[in-house]
């Protein structure tokens, strides 16, 4: 079973989240940008019918792309191993499974946000946000500073 957070708990996780989304985000961004090159060199050489290749220059390109893809597994390991779940890592959407009574919910944190404010059912998603109030239990002390 996933691990089931309060509202506190989720929240003490936000400082780490706002160091490991960053990464993930940058490392995410520069293995693409990387692929996107060496794509670019595989249709030269495809549509040239071969062509004098730097080696170096390549090199340089797939060591870029393996060190970010490293990087970014790193930091999804990071973010998955605390218990959240990453909705949408473009945004730095970040959703905390937890209860709501009965129910199975998610408590809903965007990289930005200074604490979580949504919740939304496990089927409703981020179109489905929903003010937290006190039906998740008393606010952690950082709820109850003024930002």
């Keep these: 079973m996933a691990k089931l957070f309060t509202l506190q708990e989720a929240e003490e996780l936000i400082p780490s989240l706002q160091e490991w989304l960053p990464e993930a985000i940058d490392a995410k961004k520069q293995a693409v ?29 797939k060591h870029t792309k393996e060190h970010a893809v490293k990087k970014l597994q790193d930091a999804m390991e990071q973010i998955e191993e605390s218990g959240c779940v990453v909705k949408d890592l473009d945004i730095g959407l ?36 929903k003010p ?13 500073q003024p930002n």
């Design 33 to 61: 940008e990387a692929d996107g090159e060496l794509r670019k060199i595989a249709a030269r050489i495809q549509l040239m019918g071969g062509m004098e290749l730097n080696p170096a220059h390549v090199g340089r390109f």
């Design 94 to 129: 970040v959703d905390f499974p937890a209860m709501l009574g009965e129910q199975q919910v998610f408590l809903c944190w965007k990289l930005g946000e200074a604490r979580i404010e949504f919740w939304h059912g496990i089927h409703e998603g981020f179109a489905g946000r």
């Design 132 to 144: 937290i109030d006190d039906e998740f239990g008393p606010p952690s002390s950082k709820r109850d």
